[in-house]
């Protein structure tokens, strides 16, 4: 069974300082992974995705993650913070098209508050 | 636009009267997946469908049912609902997993 666990749930940074938000999962197969975000009220919006390419992916709004196989993790940074990325952010893993199962497991989420 | 829809976005209901969310898809996708979200633990499944016929439970799958007779709607169904099933819903539908596309959500109170 996949899981994932994303520690701290929650981090705060001031604007213009490095975000870090972690996720180590545990998976059977290679995993296909994924970071959302949640703004208030609102649904969730894919910020990037492995997909077994390239092990450093680049989302949008300047957000990216390094997929670290010998680590088990899939950490999301941004150089920068900015107001607006003032959100809830989850992990999550998927066994992806190599099995019958595309379930989506997610993390409980991180909660990224920036400070100006 | 791709997109999934569900309706309605907010409801207020009373314990036992049954209710149903509707989710609609555009996108042609066979996988489609229903999850509540509560505050500390993350978004959780309900149940999922691999394709018309083709459904099966998640990891929170009581008190709910579901149904896919059409491809791209896969409606979820509380047949009493109880207080503890207050929540924030997402249907998610995906492409054989290299996306998943979520709904706006569906905020229950059940009182």
């Known amino acids: 069974a996949q899981s994932v666990t994303q520690l701290g749930s929650h981090v705060s940074v001031s604007e213009g300082a490095l975000v870090l938000l972690r996720c180590n999962y545990s998976?059977?197969?290679?995993?296909?992974l994924f970071w959302y975000v949640q703004y208030p009220n609102q649904g969730l919006q894919l910020l990037l995705k492995?997909?077994?390419?390239?092990?450093l992916v680049k989302g949008i709004n300047g957000f990216e993650a390094e997929f670290k196989k010998s680590e088990t993790s899939f950490h999301l940074t941004k150089p920068s913070a900015h107001m607006s990325d003032a959100a809830e952010y989850f992990c999550?893993?998927?066994?992806?098209?190599?099995?019958?199962?595309?379930?989506?497991?997610f993390g409980k989420g991180t909660l990224l508050t920036v400070n100006p | 636009e791709a997109q999934v829809t569900q309706n309605p976005r907010y409801l207020i209901t009373v314990t036992g009267k049954k209710l149903t969310v509707t989710c609609s898809q555009n996108?042609?996708?066979?996988?489609m997946s229903w999850y509540r979200q509560d505050p500390g633990l993350g978004l959780r499944q309900i149940y999922y469908?691999?394709?018309?016929?083709?459904?099966d439970k998640g990891d929170v799958p009581e008190g709910y049912k579901v149904s896919r007779k059409e491809k791209r709607n896969f409606p979820l169904i509380l047949e009493s609902p109880s207080p503890n099933q207050t929540s924030l819903y997402f249907c998610?539908?995906?492409?054989?997993?290299?996306?998943?596309?979520f709904g706006s959500g569906t905020r229950l109170t059940v009182v």
């Open positions: 469908s691999m394709n018309v016929e083709v459904t």
């Open positions: 998610a539908s995906s492409d054989r997993g290299y996306g998943y596309t």
């Open positions: 999550a893993v998927s066994e992806g098209s190599g099995g019958s199962n595309y379930k989506l497991t």
């Open positions: 998976s059977s197969v290679p995993p296909y």
């Open positions: 492995y997909t077994s390419a390239a092990t």
């Open positions: 996108m042609n996708h066979e996988y």
